[in-house]
Each structure stands twice: as structure tokens, then as C-alpha cells.
């Protein structure tokens, strides 16, 4: 009794004395707050105003006229691929309807002159931009790659982004600022510093709600690893963290005036993290169908046989591994029938050494399967015989989870394959859809559903798999080249009034 009459007393004397000690730090410390901010708030404006000055002396023409500049940040634009055609496809509109206006893109290509960047526009994509486009050469790219940033690779990424925007911007200073490549953190820094109407087309976002269910539901995956799904406490941690850097991300994206995706997929994931239905249009990303339309889609075939083909980069995410398995399966099942023979011919890109690792690593697996006589590898082949692999082809594989988009499926549809995509993604809601109410290409998911579906096209007869390549073929004309600048000109209206 003595004892807890004697911590009653402690405590009667205790609480009050501290209640009364962090009292008198409330007004000092909220005094400290309101300075700070108001510090921070004069030296952003201060900012603003030096940027101000450099954009009027940047829009100033020759003649001493304001010019619009119209800026888009893709510091890969070199490289070559789907974003990147999108990007001359996207100028080129704007040159032909906005001829008066300065254009500039933001580049971290700094081994190459700009002279030698449109060559190669020109050379990959046949594009040719009809006025001059001005280069802003970044030296600090190196810090948006995810090489720099083995851990928390998109928190990462997206710091450093900001610092490379802040370099695009000292450097130039637009009225009109499109990021086209997805670096939705630089979106505040030229809205709200730079001044500038803010555009953006997202070809994936950086993070989407099916990331935080494979985190969620402690999935592996190749951005979830083994270790992290077998720990309860690290998979929560790391749930925490999606969660998290996907508020701020929505907060982020909502900043643009005008958003723009690449499909359907992309939309609903958009949609559900920046909020911004109104401002959001869907832009079907550039293909060039036209250049596989002189393929014959009747006597496609001069070899004997079936040729299955498959393009994409060699890359984790376009799960190679499953074509070859489900082929082997279709192999081992086709053995006991008197099938014509097949072959499996893998079409792609490496872009380093861990890409080709992994193209080694698809080979043993074919040979642990005992099918590397029938499965070929074609590394970084040109165009030329890419084209001609399609025209032998019977069917276009693609097996990525997912896929934001799928260029490489539009290509077997306009060459006149028939299509077995994953059933998920930009193949499933945008691309292997019906037309007019016919058949276009077939969906699988598992090794077993994609043994049936290749046995079943294979099964049928000449003249069906005829009508379904001619399906396919006229349904993707709306992904042309003039469908996308038709498109990207009126969502992108907005940003010139």
C-alpha cells in the first residue's frame, strides 16, 4: 500500500510537469515551423522568378518575337524502341500543326551529336521531322538508372529523376513541358517552379495496384524476390512502402494538365492512382503497320512445316521460359501424331550482359528439354529479316503478364500471323479483340493452355486460319501512325490555348 501510494504520488507530480514542459516547447517550436516555411516559400518563389526571366529570354525569337517552346523530357531518346518512336511520331505532329514553336528535347544521349539522333529517327523509324528540334544534352542520367539502386529501385529512380529534371530545367526553361517517357516526379517541378503547362504519355505507370497484390498476396515475381516473400515481416515492410510511394505517386501524376496512356490497362491503373479521369485520354502508341501490309496472307508459307516466332526483348518480364516449356509440351504431345514439323524461332534485342546471361540460360533450358534442335535464337537481326521471319511464321507468341501495351503483337497481326498472347494486359483489352464480331488471334495464361491453343490453331484448316490472319490484319489499322497524331492532337489541344 505504501508503494503504490508512493508511484500515485509520482505520478500525480510527474504528468503535470511534463504536460507543462512541452507546453512551453509548442510556441517556440511552431514559431520555428511557420519561419522555415515561410523561408522555404520566398526562396521557391524566388526561383519561379528566376526561371520566369530565363523562359522570356528563351522564348525570344530573332525577330524579336515570343515564340512558344514546347519541351519533351525522354533522356533515352536514342535508344531506339516503342516510347522512343512515339516521341518523333509526337514532334512531328506538332511541327506539322504548330510550325512557329521552338521544340526541344531533354537527352541524356551524350555520346552522340544531335545531328546524329535524327539520323537514326530516321534510319530505324522512317521518320523525318520537318523543322529543327533543339537538344538539351544532360549529364547526370546516370541517375535515374535502376543499376544505381539495388534497393528501393523506385523511390530511387524517382529522386534522382527530379534531379535530372532540375538539370533539364536550368538548362531550358519551356512553356510547354511533355514527359514522355513517365517520370511523373519532374510533372511538379516544371508546373510549379518552371511555370510551364505540363503534358505526360505514360506507357506504364511506375507503380500499379497489380504490384502491390503480387506484394500483398507474397507472390515471387521479378520485382518481388523469394527471400522478401517468404518473410512475413519484410513482405509487410515492403507492402508499406508500395502503398506509400503509391499516394505520393498519384500525387505527383495529378499535377499534369493533360495525361495521356497507351491502353486500356494502363488507363485503370492510371485512373485509380492519379484521379484525373477528365484530364485522361487513351493514345494508342504508334505502330507501323503499313510496313508488313505487302506480305501475300494467302501462300504466306514456301517452307515446309510450321514456323512459331516469337518477338520481345530478352528481358525477365517477357517470361521466354513459358513459350519454350509450353512448346516442348506441344512437342511431346504432337510425337504420338502425325504432325508436320515445327520449330520455335525467338526474336529479340539485348541490350547488356544480363540480357545475354539470360538468352544462354533459355538455351539450356531447351536443351534440359530436350528440344534445342527445334527452338533457334535470333539476337539483334535486322528489320529486313524480322520481316521475312513473319511472313514464313503460322504463329506470333507472346507470354509477358501484363504487358502495358504489346507493339510486337500488332506486328504479327499486320504480318499476318495468327496471334496467341497472354491473357492479360493491352493484348487482352485492346489488341486480340474481336472485329466486326469475328475472331482476331487466341489468349492463354498457363504451359497447358498454350500447348492447346498452338495444337488447336495448328489443327485447323487452311482456309480458317485465312480468314483469321485477314481479321487480325484489318483490325489493326487503328494503331497507325495517323490514328496516333490524330489522337495526340486533340488530347494535347489543351496545353496551346
Same mark, same amino acid.
Given at each position: 500500500?505504501?508503494?503504490?501510494?508512493?508511484?500515485?504520488?509520482?505520478?500525480?507530480?510527474?504528468?503535470?510537469?511534463?504536460?507543462?514542459?512541452?507546453? *512551453?516547447?509548442? $510556441?517556440?517550436?511552431?514559431?520555428?515551423?511557420?519561419?522555415?516555411?515561410?523561408?522555404? #516559400?520566398?526562396?521557391?518563389?524566388?526561383?519561379? $522568378? %528566376?526561371?520566369?526571366?530565363?523562359?522570356? *529570354?528563351?522564348?525570344?525569337?530573332?525577330?524579336?518575337?515570343?515564340?512558344?517552346?514546347?519541351?519533351?523530357?525522354?533522356?533515352?531518346?536514342?535508344?531506339?524502341?516503342?516510347?522512343?518512336?512515339?516521341?518523333?511520331?509526337?514532334?512531328?505532329?506538332?511541327?506539322?500543326?504548330?510550325?512557329?514553336?521552338?521544340?526541344?528535347?531533354?537527352?541524356?544521349?551524350?555520346?552522340? *551529336?544531335?545531328?546524329?539522333?535524327?539520323?537514326?529517327?530516321?534510319?530505324?523509324?522512317?521518320?523525318?521531322?520537318?523543322?529543327?528540334?533543339? #537538344?538539351?544534352?544532360?549529364?547526370?542520367?546516370?541517375?535515374?538508372?535502376?543499376? %544505381?539502386?539495388?534497393? #528501393?529501385?523506385?523511390?530511387?529512380?524517382?529522386?534522382?529523376?527530379?534531379?535530372?529534371?532540375?538539370?533539364? %530545367?536550368?538548362?531550358?526553361?519551356?512553356?510547354?513541358?511533355?514527359?514522355?517517357?513517365?517520370?511523373?516526379?519532374? $510533372?511538379?517541378?516544371?508546373?510549379?517552379?518552371?511555370?510551364?503547362?505540363?503534358?505526360?504519355?505514360?506507357?506504364?505507370?511506375?507503380?500499379?495496384?497489380?504490384?502491390?497484390?503480387?506484394?500483398?498476396?507474397?507472390?515471387?515475381?521479378?520485382?518481388?524476390?523469394?527471400?522478401?516473400?517468404?518473410?512475413?515481416?519484410?513482405?509487410?515492410?515492403?507492402?508499406?512502402?508500395?502503398?506509400?510511394?503509391?499516394?505520393?505517386?498519384?500525387?505527383?501524376? *495529378?499535377?499534369?494538365?493533360?495525361?495521356?496512356?497507351?491502353?486500356?490497362?494502363?488507363?485503370?491503373?492510371? %485512373?485509380?492512382?492519379?484521379?484525373?479521369?477528365?484530364?485522361?485520354?487513351?493514345?494508342?502508341?504508334?505502330?507501323?503497320?503499313?510496313?508488313?501490309?505487302?506480305?501475300? @496472307?494467302?501462300?504466306?508459307?514456301?517452307?515446309?512445316?510450321?514456323?512459331?516466332?516469337?518477338?520481345?526483348?530478352?528481358?525477365?518480364?517477357?517470361?521466354?521460359?513459358?513459350?519454350?516449356?509450353?512448346?516442348?509440351?506441344?512437342?511431346?504431345?504432337?510425337?504420338?501424331?502425325?504432325?508436320?514439323?515445327?520449330? $520455335?524461332?525467338?526474336?529479340?534485342?539485348?541490350?547488356?550482359?544480363?540480357?545475354?546471361?539470360?538468352?544462354?540460360?533459355?538455351?539450356?533450358?531447351?536443351?534440359?528439354?530436350?528440344?534445342?534442335?527445334?527452338?533457334?535464337?535470333?539476337?539483334?537481326?535486322?528489320?529486313?529479316?524480322?520481316?521475312?521471319?513473319?511472313?514464313?511464321?503460322?504463329?506470333?507468341?507472346?507470354?509477358?503478364?501484363?504487358?502495358?501495351?504489346?507493339?510486337?503483337?500488332?506486328?504479327?497481326?499486320?504480318?499476318?500471323?495468327?496471334?496467341?498472347?497472354?491473357?492479360?494486359?493491352?493484348?487482352?483489352?485492346?489488341?486480340?479483340?474481336?472485329?466486326?464480331?469475328?475472331?482476331?488471334?487466341?489468349?492463354?495464361?498457363?504451359?497447358?493452355?498454350?500447348?492447346?491453343?498452338?495444337?488447336?490453331?495448328?489443327?485447323?484448316?487452311?482456309?480458317?486460319? @485465312?480468314?483469321?490472319?485477314?481479321?487480325?490484319?484489318?483490325?489493326?489499322?487503328?494503331?497507325?501512325?495517323?490514328?496516333?497524331?490524330?489522337? #495526340?492532337?486533340?488530347?494535347?489541344?489543351?496545353?496551346?490555348?
Amino acid at each position: 500500500n505504501e508503494l503504490s501510494s508512493e508511484w500515485a504520488l509520482c505520478q500525480f507530480l510527474y504528468f503535470p510537469f511534463c504536460f507543462r514542459f512541452l507546453y *512551453s516547447l509548442f $510556441l517556440p517550436g511552431l514559431t520555428v515551423c511557420g519561419t522555415l516555411c515561410v523561408c522555404l #516559400f520566398i526562396i521557391l518563389w524566388g526561383i519561379r $522568378l %528566376l526561371l520566369q526571366r530565363k523562359k522570356a *529570354s528563351v522564348s525570344t525569337g530573332k525577330n524579336g518575337k515570343k515564340q512558344m517552346v514546347v519541351a519533351f523530357f525522354h533522356p533515352y531518346c536514342n535508344a531506339g524502341g516503342g516510347g522512343e518512336r512515339v516521341l518523333w511520331c509526337a514532334l512531328r505532329a506538332l511541327q506539322k500543326k504548330y510550325p512557329e514553336a521552338v521544340y526541344v528535347v531533354y537527352t541524356g544521349d551524350v555520346n552522340v *551529336s544531335g545531328q546524329q539522333i535524327l539520323e537514326g529517327a530516321f534510319r530505324r523509324f522512317n521518320i523525318r521531322l520537318t523543322h529543327p528540334v533543339k #537538344f538539351v544534352f544532360l549529364k547526370k542520367r546516370y541517375l535515374v538508372e535502376d543499376s %544505381l539502386y539495388p534497393h #528501393f529501385t523506385l523511390l530511387g529512380q524517382s529522386l534522382g529523376s527530379i534531379l535530372l529534371g532540375w538539370e533539364a %530545367l536550368m538548362q531550358c526553361v519551356p512553356d510547354v513541358y511533355i514527359d514522355s517517357m513517365g517520370y511523373a516526379f519532374t $510533372l511538379p517541378l516544371f508546373k510549379y517552379l518552371g511555370g510551364c503547362r505540363v503534358g505526360s504519355y505514360v506507357h506504364y505507370p511506375t507503380i500499379s495496384t497489380d504490384m502491390l497484390s503480387v506484394v500483398k498476396n507474397q507472390n515471387v515475381g521479378f520485382n518481388n524476390a523469394a527471400f522478401i516473400t517468404r518473410n512475413p515481416f519484410l513482405s509487410k515492410v515492403k507492402l508499406i512502402y508500395y502503398y506509400l510511394f503509391a499516394f505520393v505517386y498519384g500525387l505527383v501524376g *495529378s499535377c499534369s494538365d493533360v495525361v495521356m496512356v497507351n491502353s486500356s490497362w494502363t488507363l485503370n491503373h492510371i %485512373l485509380s492512382l492519379w484521379k484525373v479521369g477528365n484530364r485522361t485520354n487513351v493514345v494508342y502508341p504508334p505502330c507501323d503497320v503499313q510496313t508488313f501490309l505487302d506480305i501475300p @496472307l494467302r501462300g504466306k508459307k514456301t517452307a515446309p512445316g510450321h514456323l512459331l516466332v516469337s518477338i520481345g526483348q530478352f528481358r525477365p518480364e517477357k517470361n521466354h521460359p513459358l513459350q519454350i516449356k509450353a512448346f516442348a509440351k506441344l512437342l511431346n504431345n504432337k510425337a504420338a501424331e502425325s504432325r508436320p514439323s515445327l520449330k $520455335l524461332v525467338l526474336i529479340g534485342g539485348c541490350r547488356n550482359q544480363d540480357d545475354e546471361l539470360r538468352v544462354n540460360q533459355l538455351r539450356r533450358l531447351s536443351e534440359d528439354l530436350g528440344i534445342q534442335e527445334d527452338v533457334e535464337f535470333k539476337i539483334n537481326i535486322p528489320f529486313d529479316e524480322l520481316k521475312n521471319y513473319l511472313s514464313e511464321a503460322t504463329i506470333g507468341l507472346h507470354t509477358m503478364w501484363n504487358e502495358h501495351f504489346g507493339i510486337g503483337v500488332v506486328e504479327c497481326m499486320a504480318a499476318g500471323t495468327i496471334i496467341l498472347a497472354h491473357d492479360s494486359g493491352g493484348p487482352k483489352l485492346d489488341i486480340v479483340v474481336p472485329h466486326q464480331g469475328e475472331i482476331t488471334g487466341f489468349l492463354a495464361e498457363s504451359e497447358e493452355g498454350y500447348a492447346e491453343t498452338m495444337a488447336h490453331i495448328l489443327s485447323m484448316s487452311e482456309e480458317k486460319r @485465312l480468314q483469321i490472319r485477314a481479321n487480325a490484319r484489318a483490325s489493326v489499322s487503328r494503331f497507325s501512325d495517323q490514328e496516333f497524331e490524330l489522337a #495526340f492532337l486533340s488530347s494535347v489541344e489543351n496545353l496551346f490555348k
